[in-house]
């Protein structure tokens, strides 16, 4: 299969969050070999040192906890020091951990919201200054099919999903007239380490392709092909809606 290249990314800088494994660190790559330089922070160090290591010049990576959002913002601040304003951020992170709702505590909603949701809306306002300096920039907050779907046990994710479409939108109207961007972009199932380790069965997958329309895998790589469209001017005047890569799932 052969992707496209997109000349306008050249040059750019790019921040994503949670990059160092899954289809985080896809996106890190995919970026770095449009000719971004990327940014990323996660709460891996081995990993997200070693990605940056392996990409080499233009590859910046800081161990951060995304829930802590003074650190967040000293990340972002810091990797504009290095590698210059940034006009593309990947709202990548998430937790998708199972939890029953009516066992679910206030503190462990508060948690579940504070990875899923918070760390949008910190990065995004704190790119903000930058984006506007340099004439616009682009914001892709990655959602979920599941906001749509609304499966069982997952309550904190799927309402945090559903708030990242929402205030793409409502972000996307604000800063639109400093030409700065800002779309959702909702995977279907995607095949990762962590997904085949935790929920992927045999079963659950034959359950899966019974209800999509194309029945290869989703590959990190078909979504990171859509945040590559999303970042670039090629989507020059798409903002504030969700772009799906379910392979026909809804
Ligand atoms: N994989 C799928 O099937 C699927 C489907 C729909 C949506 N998505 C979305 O795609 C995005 C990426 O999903 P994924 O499957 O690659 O997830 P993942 O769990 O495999 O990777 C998430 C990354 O974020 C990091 N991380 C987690 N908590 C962190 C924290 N507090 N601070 C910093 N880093 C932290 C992890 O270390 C990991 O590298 C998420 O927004 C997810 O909701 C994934």
Known sequence: MAFATYPSLSGRVAFITGGASGIGETFVEAFHAQGCKVAFVDLQADAGEALAAKLGDGAWFRRCDVTDAAALQAAIKDAAAALGPITVLINNVANDTRHPAAETTPDAWRRGLAVNLDPCFIAAVAVHPMMQAAGGGSIVNVSSINALLGPADLAT??????????????????????????????????????????????????????????????????????????????SRMMTGQNMVVDAGRT
């Open 157 to 234: 994710y799927v309402a945090a999903k559903g708030a990242i479409n929402s205030l793409s939108k409502t972000l996307a109207r604000e800063w639109g007239a400093d030409r700065i961007r800002v779309n959702a972009l909702s995977p279907g199932w995607v095949v990762t380490p962590r997904q085949l380790e935790l929920w992927l069965t045999p079963e659950a997958e034959a359950e899966w392709s019974k209800l999509v329309a194309l029945k290869d895998r989703i590959q990190p790589r078909d979504i990171a092909n859509a945040a590559l469209f999303l970042a670039a001017d090629d």
